[in-house]
Every structure is written in structure tokens, then in C-alpha cells.
């Protein structure tokens, strides 16, 4: 299987604004309300974002989780590890569990299991992004894109008194064959017209 940061394998570039962002997650809010949930447990990093809005729209309580191949802003680990769990209170509620990005599926499935050992009443899933190869790992997806997609919030990091690209994207961009810098990022066309956004869109959802 090909490793989900072998950005080599990505199809164009998709920046996200801030403002594709909110779309995006009022359409996974606008779906998640049919199942009602009483509690959000966001996947972090990623997850926390889209996972704390999605709490606010629908006036539900969070919980934040950590399951993750990263430490430090670093992938470390082969798989993803357990570095913070879900509270024991999720037992008997409905619940929403949120990430940034399906890409395998896997840590989905061990957040939505983990979950379940818990005694939840009922649990849905929902993510940002999927790529083709995981459309089906989330209940809701926001938006299907095999692009490598540059997120609002992580673009930038503060390094030696400045704020620079990511060094992640950095790698990332140059295996599309584009030298990062701001200027390449700004010539970069906005997706906004290119997609409906999520809150006027019909989301991918699977029953059950």
C-alpha cells in the first residue's frame, strides 16, 4: 500500500481557504444534525479544527483525542498510536467522531472502535477530506479530492523569527514540481470556484 505521505502520488494542488473551511464544515454539520449527536470526539491534530466549528454549529459537547503517526509535528510511528483517549463519558451517547483527512481509513477505525469498547449508544464519523481510494472509510465527508490539499491552518510555521511554508508542503509541492514560496502559493488558483462548497452541496454519506 502506498505510504498516505507519498505526496508524489497526488493529483494537482487544492488550497483551502479559511472561508472554504467554513463551507465545508457547515455541510458536515448540515449532515451530522440528522444523526443528532450528543457528543464530538475530535482526532487531533487535524480533526480539532473542523471538529471544534462543527461543536459550535450544532451546540454540542467536545472532547478532544490524540491518534496519531506524528509527535512534534513529526511522523515517527508506522501506524497510528493512541496518545490521548476517549473519555470513559462517551458511554451511552450518540457519537460524532471527526478528523481533517481519510486517507487510509485507519485511524478512523480505531477511534470509532475504541469508542465502541466504551459503550457508546450509537457513532457516526466524518471527515474534511477523503481521497477515492478511502471514500468510503467516513459516514460524511466533506470533500473527495486525491489533490494534495494545503490546509489553512498548517501552511505556515513560525521558524527562526519568521514565518515560513511548511516544510512538509515544502517537500510536498516540490514533488508536483513547484518551488514553494509565497509567490507559487498565490499563483496558485483559490478552489472556491471550482467546487460548490460543502454547506450548499450534497454530502458523502453512507447509511447505517
Request: aromatic residues 8%; glycine residues 8%.
Amino acid at each position: 500500500m502506498t505510504s498516505p505521505y507519498d505526496y508524489s502520488t497526488r493529483q494537482s494542488v487544492l488550497p483551502i481557504s479559511w472561508e472554504d473551511f467554513h463551507g465545508l464544515c457547515k455541510g458536515l454539520a448540515r449532515a451530522a444534525a440528522t444523526f443528532d449527536p450528543e457528543i464530538i470526539v475530535a482526532i487531533g491534530r487535524g480533526g480539532f479544527y473542523p471538529g471544534a466549528l462543527i461543536a459550535h454549529l450544532l451546540r454540542v459537547e467536545i472532547y478532544p483525542v490524540r491518534l496519531s503517526r506524528r509527535l512534534q509535528d513529526e511522523v515517527r510511528f508506522a501506524e497510528p498510536r493512541w496518545l490521548l483517549e476517549p473519555p470513559a463519558l462517551v458511554g451511552g451517547k450518540r457519537v460524532l467522531i471527526v478528523d481533517e483527512i481519510a486517507s487510509t481509513g485507519e485511524t478512523l477505525r480505531m477511534a470509532a472502535e475504541r469508542a465502541r469498547q466504551l459503550g457508546v449508544a450509537q457513532i457516526r464519523t466524518a471527515v474534511l477530506y477523503a481521497h477515492t481510494r478511502s471514500a468510503d472509510a467516513a459516514d460524511m465527508i466533506g470533500l473527495i479530492s486525491d489533490a494534495l490539499i494545503l490546509n489553512p491552518w498548517d501552511r505556515e510555521v513560525f521558524d527562526d523569527g519568521a514565518f515560513r511554508i511548511h516544510p512538509e508542503y515544502v517537500a510536498a509541492l516540490a514533488q508536483q514540481g513547484i518551488a514553494a514560496n509565497d509567490a507559487a502559493l498565490q499563483a496558485i488558483s483559490s478552489p472556491a470556484a471550482s467546487f460548490v462548497l460543502a454547506s450548499e452541496a450534497p454530502i458523502a454519506k453512507r447509511g447505517g
